[in-house]
């Protein structure tokens, strides 16, 4: 199995900076993307954004420009780098990992539990 757990979330002011951090362990064979979604309360979950293993990154129109994906292959991480944050950034901020667990499996998407990501006005 694969486990994701996210870090990094809080509360900050309107045009602040956060960074979060979400890593896969267990057993991985392969990543192919990575991302990050959220869910503010009452909506949908909604894509932010994404990352494939060779570093093709795709946005939401919300957060180009102020949000940053990342990740390090190394250590099965992706970063969100979130500047000129807004409070409608404010949301649950959930982690995909998209992920073989052996070479002969499947791909499956796994969840984390997810960041609160708090911007206040």
């Known amino acids: 199995q694969v486990q994701v757990v996210e870090s990094g979330g809080g509360l900050v002011q309107a045009g602040g900076s956060l960074r979060l951090s979400c890593a896969a362990s267990?057993?991985?064979?392969?990543?192919?993307?990575m991302g990050w979604w959220r869910q503010a309360s009452g909506k949908q979950r909604d894509l932010v954004a994404t990352?494939?293993?060779?570093?093709?990154?795709n946005y939401a129109e919300s957060v180009k420009g102020r949000f940053t994906i990342s990740r390090d292959n190394t250590k099965n991480t992706v970063y969100l780098q979130m500047n000129s944050l807004k409070p409608e950034d404010t949301a649950h901020y959930y982690c995909?990992?998209?992920?073989?667990?052996?070479?002969?499996?499947?791909?499956?998407?796994?969840w984390g539990q997810g960041t609160q990501v708090t911007v206040s006005s």
């Open positions: 995909n990992v998209d992920a073989k667990s052996t070479w002969f499996a499947n791909r499956e998407d796994y």
């Open positions: 267990g057993r991985i064979f392969s990543i192919k993307t």
């Open positions: 990352i494939t293993s060779d570093d093709s990154k």
